[in-house]
Every structure is written in structure tokens, then in C-alpha cells.
């Protein structure tokens, strides 16, 4: 029941950074995790890393190698995904979704999702 609004993608040459930020507003109470997701045409939405809202822990896709970090401000209700090293293969709409469970991977555990931010990565 909870409202995402992404923030922070853009243009950035290969090698830069980026940070994304997510804030929730709404029924926050039921979220128990935060995630973010990428997508890029044609081609399906995947899993990039969630964090668990009260104990911090996380979780990342194996093949990001370290490169990208999810954290969050309980406080503020706003969870965050700092990018490094961008490579163009990581240009795609990045979208965070708040969850009911703990430390969910896969899209069908997600109930709330914001409208995506594109991060666009050049040569």
C-alpha cells in the first residue's frame, strides 16, 4: 500500500557514479524490505538488491561484483542504491519496491512498486 518515487538517474560516462534514491510514503509499516530492480529493453526486469528495513541486512546480485550498494534512512523513509564503476551494460530504468517479507529476490514478492528512474551509461 506504500508509494515509491525514484530519483537521482541521468546521463553518466563509463566508470562514474550515480546514487538512486527511493522515499516511501504511505503504509510503511508493512515494509518489512526495500529492493531495487533494473530493466532494459527488451529484456526482463531483474533482481539488483534488497535490504531488510530493520536489521540493514542485504543482499546483491552475484554478478555486480561489489560495484553497487543499497542502504537506507528509517527515519526518512527513503532507501538508496549507490552505483560505481557504470558500465553501458548497466543502463536500463531502475525501479525500488517495498515488500512485505525479508529479504525477498524475486518480483512476485514485491506488492509495491515506484515508476522507475533511467540511468543511461555512455562509452
Known amino acids: 500500500q506504500v508509494q515509491l518515487v525514484e530519483s537521482g538517474g541521468g546521463l553518466v560516462q563509463a566508470g562514474g557514479s550515480l546514487r538512486l534514491s527511493c522515499a516511501a510514503s504511505g503504509r510503511t509499516a508493512s515494509w518489512y524490505s526495500a529492493g531495487w530492480f533494473r530493466q532494459a529493453p527488451g529484456k526482463e526486469r531483474e533482481f539488483v538488491a534488497v535490504i531488510n528495513w530493520r536489521s540493514g541486512n542485504t543482499n546483491y546480485e552475484d554478478f555486480l561484483k561489489g560495484r553497487f550498494t543499497i542502504s537506507r534512512d528509517n527515519s526518512e523513509n527513503t532507501v538508496y542504491l549507490t552505483m560505481n564503476s557504470l558500465k553501458p551494460e548497466d543502463t536500463a530504468v531502475y525501479y525500488c519496491?517495498?515488500?512485505?517479507?525479508?529479504?525477498?529476490?524475486?518480483?512476485?514478492?514485491?506488492?509495491?512498486w515506484g515508476q522507475g528512474t533511467q540511468v543511461t551509461v555512455s562509452s
Open positions: 519496491a517495498g515488500s512485505r517479507f525479508s529479504l525477498p529476490r524475486t518480483r512476485s514478492m514485491y506488492e509495491t
